[in-house]
């Protein structure tokens, strides 16, 4: 009889997002004329950009000619044009990144996950909480220690390193998701400094950087001094350019990134990382790869940034309702997501309940992002905008029948 990875019972039952659905199915079942506005899930209903889908729609008709046909790429790590293109984004503000430092990959969240594979289930994992469940989830699987960093009200959801703690793996998201929240280029700093002290790496999830426009906060934390000698960085096309359903990004290991192996020689940890993928994953497909590289094109970066405007918008409709209204947030500023304080002390899942029933509007309780997300509540700006602007009448009425 097999054995269990039994670390994997200590996981919560069903996925967050899961047990929202199953509440959402259960109102429609007992409410089926309902309106629902659904601004829960992270993801995005924008078309993709034009000059995408043509450059998508090129690799496609490459597929079939035998002269330009593509199998395997040979490197694993994504075809050069699209690692130069990266490469040439992350310059465009002021992170030196080489080409051969990034692999490209079917998202940010698939190598979030894996990335755990290339280290040993003793070390002890630092999450800042509330988080995105995938960096607790992924160690938990393995058995791995975890201990939290405060995110709370008192620090603005930016939890700050406490020198006396030690940690071998550091999880840091800016712009936050679940929060809104953004480092400063000096506060990543000290999250660097710690890494140092503690000879330990930061994975750095960087995949609301397109969402960023206040000065003075970095787009990557290779823009920080010393970050190369510490540092995983983990971004996604999804929200950046809408590629929830095609399925791409990229993780940046700098090839100065060396961690000590158990007889003391030093361990390249990007060599460590192809050599896991290599055995486990055969690469993005050439047609989506071709859609890649055109969002860094002068034109793509152009008509994404339409779209990110668009829901900049949305986000700023649903900050000013918050100001408004009196209600505590962060977020909506450099992120896509108004991370807010819930009314009268109610419990999270408690005005999700009153939400759905009351207006029916669904966002996500802050309670299952972390403990520190108890009384809180989030909403994303991907939707509609008529959507948005009517879920937010709504959300009035609510907020002043209480």
């Known amino acids: 009889m097999p054995q269990l990875n039994e670390n994997f019972l200590k996981l919560e039952k069903n996925y967050l997002f899961i047990n ?15 309106d629902i506005i659904r601004m829960g899930i992270g993801d995005v209903t924008l078309p993709i950009a034009p000059v995408v889908i043509e450059a998508m729609k090129k690799g496609c008709d490459e597929m079939g000619v035998k002269e330009t046909f593509k199998g395997y790429e040979d490197s694993g790590a994504g075809y050069d044009f699209l690692r130069e293109a990266v490469s040439g984004y992350y310059k465009s503000f002021g992170a030196d990144v080489a080409p051969e430092e990034i692999r490209i990959n079917d998202g940010a969240k698939s190598d979030c996950g894996n990335i755990v594979d290339i280290f040993g289930n003793d070390n002890i994992v630092l999450v800042t909480d509330p988080a995105y469940p995938v960096y607790v989830d992924s160690n938990l699987m393995n058995g791995r220690k975890i201990i939290y960093a405060d995110s709370n009200e008192e620090n603005g959801f930016a939890a700050m390193p406490d020198f006396g703690v030690h940690a071998d793996i550091i999880y840091l998201c800016s712009p936050n998701n679940p929060t809104g929240s953004v480092y400063t280029e000096e506060q990543l700093k000290i999250w660097i400094d710690y ?7 930061i994975i750095y999830d960087s995949a609301y ?5 206040e000065d003075g906060i970095p787009r990557s934390i290779y823009c920080v001094e010393g970050a190369k000698e510490v540092a995983i960085e983990m971004c996604s ?6 590629f929830t359903g095609m399925r791409c990004g990229y993780t940046v290991i700098p090839n100065e990134l060396t961690v000590k192996a158990s007889d003391g020689s030093d361990v390249s940890l990007a060599q460590l990382w192809g050599r896991r993928q290599g055995s486990k994953f055969n690469g993005v497909s050439y047609p ?10 002068d034109e793509g970066l152009k008509q994404i940034r339409e779209n990110i405007a668009y829901y900049q918008e949305n986000a700023r409709i649903i900050a000013d309702t918050m100001t408004e209204l009196g209600v ?9 997501y108004i991370w807010f304080k ?9 005005f999700f309940d009153l939400m759905l029933s009351r207006i029916a509007v669904v966002g996500t309780p802050g309670e299952g992002f972390g403990k520190n997300g108890e009384g809180w509540f989030r909403l994303t700006a991907f939707g509609d905008r008529q959507r948005t602007v009517e879920a937010m009448e709504r ?5 002043k029948s209480l």
């Open 288 to 297: 989506v790869q071709c859609a890649a590289a055109a969002v860094f094109t």
């Open 20 to 34: 929202i659905a199953k509440k959402i199915n259960a109102f429609k079942e007992a409410n089926p004329e309902a």
């Open 395 to 399: 959300f009035k009425g609510l907020i």
């Open 195 to 201: 890494a140092k002290q503690n000879n330990a790496v």
């Open 342 to 350: 819930c009314p009268n002390n109610m419990g999270s899942w408690e």
């Open 328 to 336: 505590k947030f962060t977020g909506g500023v450099n992120s896509p």
């Open 237 to 242: 096309l999804s929200k950046t350019a809408g």
């Open 209 to 213: 950087e397109a969402f960023i426009t």
